[in-house]
């Protein structure tokens, strides 16, 4: 079944190959069907479906979910994406009530995500992004987990995780979200009661504009936080344990319960290849070794994206086509050469 399935995929791809136009896969009820655009395979598809996005661009215009979806692209990081080009979706995404227990994984976004289009639709339990590259545009605020962010979810399960997040994220004040393993470059802004763990945060602008703003009641552990301004100047009634901070903090500091092993006053020289703040691919944010991060985290592994059993991973989990060569011209007995490697991810 396996090479039954391999050799469908490898005709598949010479088909989209030869017509210049990537298809977008659906896979539903045992059948599989392609469309040309996202907003015809929303329109087909069924609850638990899975959609598979290629590589290449999609202009979602204003596209909104409603059903149980998992949608995977073939991922964002360059290096990963050699043979098969990025998977972008760019326009605006709305993830409305019905769309509970879905998940987004492997996609470069471009635009905004709104949970709920309005207060009636905006709770949406369970979802998860992951693995996703996130980029705002020409907006400042990419993420948002209620309609419009400030009022108030009651979503609960929220995951976001293994994500290049370059745009605000407003958390609507959902309760339970999980933040991990990240790494974010602008402010997080409106949360209680969530966990964030292991991220880097990289936002530093002024002391008007703080990395976290309105944000209470949660737990900060084992987090990168570069912000040289006061970061924590919005966040109340929160526990912090195991964190690194570049800002000089003396704790406890404005309320918030604070453990001893929280390290202050470390720049980005703590990390293996992060000369600045700036969005760059090529940066590796793997802790040095002679980083006091390394191995002090809560669990005893590393505090940032790399600690944990299970560090930042950015492929996504679905079989990953790390090379193809297809020849541009057909042998002399009519077939055409074909060779693709495909990894199989283990999470």
């Not at 996703?132 to 929220?158: D, K, M």
């Not at 802004?189 to 602008?205: A, H, P």
Request: charged share 15%.
């Amino acid at each position: 079944m396996k090479n039954l399935l391999l050799l469908f995929s490898v005709t598949i791809v010479v088909t989209t190959s030869i017509n210049a136009q990537p298809y977008i896969a659906l896979h539903s009820q045992g059948h599989i069907n392609y469309y040309e655009t996202f907003q015809k395979t929303l329109d087909n598809a069924l609850d638990n479906d899975t959609i598979y996005i290629p590589g290449g661009g999609f202009d979602i215009g204003n596209a909104t979910i409603d059903k149980t979806l998992h949608i995977y692209g073939v991922g964002w990081f360059p290096d990963s994406v050699a043979a098969t080009a990025q998977s972008i979706l760019e326009g605006n995404l709305y993830i409305v009530s019905g769309a509970d227990n879905g998940s987004l994984s492997g996609i470069r976004f471009s635009g905004q995500i709104f949970f709920g289009t309005d207060e009636s639709n905006q709770t949406v339990n369970n979802y998860l992004i992951s693995r996703c590259y996130l980029h705002s545009g020409s907006h400042n605020a990419v993420l948002f987990l209620s309609y419009n962010g400030s009022i108030r979810n009651n979503s609960i399960g929220t995951i976001i995780e293994d994500c290049l997040v370059v745009g605000i994220i407003a958390g609507g004040y959902c309760p339970s979200s999980i933040i991990r393993r990240n790494i974010l470059h602008e402010r997080v802004n409106n949360f209680e009661n969530s966990l964030f763990s292991n991220n880097i945060f990289l936002w530093n602008q002024s002391w008007d504009h703080r990395t976290f703003r309105s944000v209470s009641n949660c737990i900060f552990e084992n987090n990168y936080i570069y912000d040289g301004y006061n970061p924590l100047g919005g966040v109340t009634n929160s526990t912090l344990n195991n964190n690194i901070f570049r800002y000089k903090y003396t704790f406890p500091v404005h309320g918030n319960d604070a453990n001893e092993y929280n390290i202050v006053n470390i720049g980005l020289g703590t990390f293996v290849n992060v000369p600045n703040n700036s969005p760059n691919y090529s940066y590796d944010y793997h802790l040095k070794d002679t980083s006091p991060g390394k191995d002090a985290g809560t669990d005893g592994t590393d505090i940032g994206i790399f600690g944990t059993a299970l560090p930042f991973k950015y492929v996504p989990e679905n079989p990953h086509i790390s090379f193809k060569d297809i020849k541009s011209k057909l042998e002399a007995d009519g077939t055409l050469d074909v060779e693709v490697h495909v990894s199989a991810q283990d999470r």
